[in-house]
């Protein structure tokens, strides 16, 4: 099955700082998703971009589909910025749907 | 997007007892699914639930120790039965909605302790 890994899986930064999180898949896709799992557990949408470039506020986000990879870009980190950052990818389901394979995740700790 | 609400949030439990969650979506979407978040972990599917027929179990999940229903569009329940320690996890429900390639919303999880 599809394969995907992200990098770096640990990152410490200081507040105001930027950084980027990459997210690699071993086949091609038709959609990714960025999620954040902040400190409660809860997992938030960040981001659905099958390719391309989005942004919204400090985070942007970029998926180069026909090379496998995906970008997220924090930018001005907050402490509010830490958690965990998951990168996913569909894995076809035989009823036609998709389900998601999840990386391992990013975990970020934003210090003041 | 779909707005997805599950209870309970939090539990601590008997070993040997059984707990369902349940998963409600605000909306009518297609596809629901279960997820597990063992500590420390990423997220694994256990299965698909469909509506109105068995759920969909993926490889290591089995329908005796995580019987999973589905009797509606908008609600799905997931039970943890003969629960050991090491079923101490985070169960996340989620859900797509209607129409292609639609992101998977998720719902803020239900946190497991066994002792």
């Known amino acids: 099955g599809i394969q995907v890994e992200q990098s770096p899986p640990d990152l410490i930064l200081q507040e105001g700082a930027n950084s980027t999180l990459r997210c690699n898949f071993s086949?091609?896709?038709?959609?990714l998703q960025w999620f954040h799992q902040n400190p409660w557990g809860q997992l938030i949408n960040l981001f659905y971009?099958?390719?391309g470039t989005k942004q919204n506020g400090r985070l942007s986000a970029t998926t180069v589909a026909t090379e496998r990879y995906s970008l997220l870009y924090i930018s001005s980190s907050q402490t509010t910025d830490s958690g965990v950052y998951f990168c996913?990818?569909?894995?076809?389901?035989?009823?036609?749907?998709?389900?998601?394979?999840f990386g391992a995740g990013t975990r970020l700790a934003v210090h003041p | 997007s779909a707005v997805i609400s599950q209870k309970p949030s939090r539990d601590i439990c008997q070993r040997g007892t059984s707990l369902t969650i349940q998963c409600q979506v605000d909306?009518?979407?297609?596809?629901m699914f279960w997820y597990r978040q063992q500590p420390g972990q990423s997220l694994t599917l256990i299965a698909t639930?469909?509506?109105?027929?068995?759920?969909?179990?993926e490889s290591g999940f089995v329908i005796d120790k995580f019987p999973i229903s589905r009797p509606n569009l908008t609600f799905s329940t997931l039970t943890v039965s003969n629960m050991s320690p090491e079923d101490s996890s985070i169960y996340l429900c989620?859900?797509?909605?209607?129409?292609?390639?639609?992101?998977?919303?998720f719902g803020d999880g239900t946190r497991l302790s066994i002792l």
């Open positions: 996913a990818v569909p894995s076809i389901y035989s009823g036609g749907y998709n389900k998601l394979i």
């Open positions: 909306s009518q979407v297609t596809m």
């Open positions: 989620s859900a797509t909605g209607l129409g292609g390639n639609q992101p998977q919303h």
């Open positions: 639930a469909n509506q109105g027929s068995e759920a969909t179990y």
């Open positions: 971009i099958p390719s």
């Open positions: 086949d091609s896709v038709n959609n």
